[in-house]
């Protein structure tokens, strides 16, 4: 990593920048309060914010170290202490498996906030000018020295970096293409499905209305599943989360269906019983998991 000299100096971060910065702070301490409130906000809208955010005790904490270090933006002293405690910051985002993405887009809405208190705070164009081109200095050094944790860790090989490379890029195209391989078994289980529709519509033309009609509805959720499924796979290969949901609904329709082909044998009262708290087991897991998804 590089030291701080350096990194201010590639940002051409001057003295002047710290002490227009330092000037700041005042008026940045009266909106410190206002910034951690929309920052967390802000960063509730991430869909995994949950994971990182999970109890007021953890928010709590979160907040005063964000007010600290939003503080620390205008402390107008950025030498070797600075550095190390945002070198630190950096390091437990990567312990977190904290996204960049989210770094990258959070620095983004603290850009912005600061952007609208310079509006509001100062009228003078030419100088509220200045002042944000210090502030988006020490932005960025701060956004370069979280990022330099991200690339720390990506270098930590446990054979070299050539080999890991190559063995990552032909687990991927091995996964990719059993995933092809899978979507290909989807369509043509889809089409087998769809002959057994077919099939159980001759039982109702046969007279058999009964059993006609619940094997026929069997093979409706059979076709369902079959498509769920295929829509699932589908958006997995186009980068989409693994979704489990999807798999206990199919494995809700495959006990209704099993349901429906029991209930044409009367013997079978006992199997139908359990059957049945299968479904009520699998319906409140489906609940548990889709409260937990939204």
Do not use: C
Not at 12 to 37: G, N
Not at 135 to 163: A, G
Not at 251 to 261: D, N, T, W
């Amino acid at each position: 990593m590089e030291n701080i000299e350096t990194i201010k100096a590639h940002y051409h971060f001057t003295d002047e920048d710290a002490s227009i910065l330092m000037r700041l702070r005042p008026v940045m301490e009266r909106h410190k309060d206002v910034f951690v409130d929309e920052f967390y906000g802000f960063v509730r809208e991430f869909e995994d914010a949950h994971k990182f955010l999970k109890d007021e005790a953890t928010v709590a904490r979160h907040q005063e170290a964000l007010k600290g270090w939003f503080i620390k933006l205008f402390s107008g002293s950025y030498g070797n202490h600075y550095h190390a405690e945002l070198h630190k910051v950096g390091e437990a985002h990567v312990k977190i498996s904290l996204h960049a993405h989210y770094v990258n887009a959070a620095f983004h809405f603290v850009k912005l906030f600061i952007h609208g208190v310079l509006h509001s705070e100062i009228e003078d164009i030419p100088t509220r000018a200045r002042i944000l081109e210090s502030v988006e200095k020490i932005l960025d050094i701060n956004l370069d020295m979280f990022t330099s944790s991200y690339i720390e860790e990506e270098k930590k090989f446990f054979f070299s970096q050539k080999v890991e490379s190559y063995l990552v890029q032909l687990a991927n195209r091995f996964s990719h293409g059993l995933n092809l391989v899978l979507v290909l078994g989807l369509v043509l289980l889809g089409f087998m499905v769809m002959g057994l529709f077919a099939y159980d519509l001759l039982h109702i033309l046969d007279g058999d209305i009964e059993r006609g009609l619940l094997s026929t509805l069997g093979s409706l959720l059979m076709l369902w599943v079959v498509i769920e499924l295929m829509d699932t796979e589908i958006k997995h290969l186009k980068g989409g989360k693994f979704a489990i949901k999807v798999f206990i609904s199919v494995a809700l329709v495959a006990v209704i269906r099993k349901i429906l082909v029991t209930s044409l044998k009367s013997e079978q009262v006992e199997a139908q019983i359990s059957l049945i708290a299968a479904v009520a087991v699998l319906g409140v897991v489906y609940w548990l998991v889709a409260k937990v998804d939204n």
